[in-house]
């Protein structure tokens, strides 16, 4: 009779207690579920049936809303990774918006930032800042409805993308605000990191136009 014997090198990365019990699910304290029907479970199937997702998919954050599921669509007949980050930012700085004007509707979350009459003139010059960037975005919607005349960019933007219902009749006019916003957002950062090359390097945009000038003259 041959008996097989682990080295200690085996034994020492060997796991302690019965094995793992995959695919089950488990109570927040880590136990296996003695229901019948998990809460958990039961949200899934909800969220599947409703949805017309596998309960797979269902588990997905994105599943929670419309715009997460055009997402998990992709591009072809939701929406692009580039439209989806363009929703999600638009939706923080409408956010941060709100909260400057310390709407009941606003989401306020814990960020360890604490204003009062100590920095009094900090939270005013966020206030500014937020207000200015949610009316930049609102601009280049504005924007982007004039040169779509035949699409309703106004409605996408407050039912599907503020609202979350799912409308799919507004989805063209959903991916065409989207476009719009990434464009801008994408029109900050350049400008933004533009900005910061000059800054950096101590260089005035003013003092480069006067030279220019002094030098075509000359």
């Known amino acids: 009779m041959v008996t097989k014997t682990r080295s200690k090198g085996q034994k020492r990365h060997s796991r302690r207690g019965r094995p793992r019990i995959e695919?089950?699910?488990?109570?927040?304290?880590?136990?296996?579920?003695?229901?019948?029907?998990?809460?958990?479970?039961?949200?899934?199937?909800a969220r599947a049936r409703h949805t017309g997702l596998s309960i797979a998919q269902a588990a997905d954050p994105r599943a929670e809303n419309y715009l997460g599921r055009l997402a998990m669509l992709g591009r072809e007949e939701g929406l692009g990774h580039d439209q989806y980050a363009a929703a999600i930012k638009f939706?923080?700085?409408?956010?941060?918006y709100h909260r400057?004007?310390?709407?009941?509707?606003?989401?306020?979350?814990?960020?360890?930032?604490?204003?009062?009459v100590d920095?009094?003139?900090?939270?005013?010059?966020?206030c500014r800042r937020v207000r200015r960037r949610y009316t930049a975005a609102l601009k280049a919607v504005q924007?982007?409805?004039?040169?779509?005349?035949?699409?309703?960019?106004?409605?996408?933007?407050?039912?599907?993308?503020?609202?979350?219902?799912?409308?799919?009749?507004?989805?063209?006019?959903?991916?065409?605000?989207?476009?719009?916003?990434?464009?801008h957002f994408q029109r900050q950062i350049s400008g933004h990191k533009k900005n910061n090359w000059f800054v950096r390097h101590n260089?005035?945009?003013?003092?480069?136009?006067?030279?220019?000038?002094?030098n075509y003259e000359g």
């Open 143 to 183: 924007e982007a409805q004039f040169d779509n005349g035949h699409e309703n960019l106004y409605a996408a933007l407050q039912y599907v993308i503020i609202d979350g219902l799912e409308l799919l009749h507004l989805l063209g006019a959903t991916r065409m605000v989207l476009n719009a916003l990434h464009r």
């Open 23 to 45: 695919g089950k699910l488990r109570e927040p304290n880590g136990r296996l579920s003695r229901a019948k029907d998990p809460a958990v479970r039961v949200a899934l199937e």
């Open 91 to 96: 939706l923080e700085i409408r956010n941060d």
């Open 119 to 126: 920095n009094i003139e900090e939270y005013a010059a966020w």
């Open 203 to 214: 260089i005035s945009l003013a003092g480069m136009a006067v030279s220019a000038k002094h």
């Open 100 to 116: 400057s004007l310390l709407s009941p509707g606003a989401y306020y979350e814990t960020t360890g930032l604490r204003f009062g």
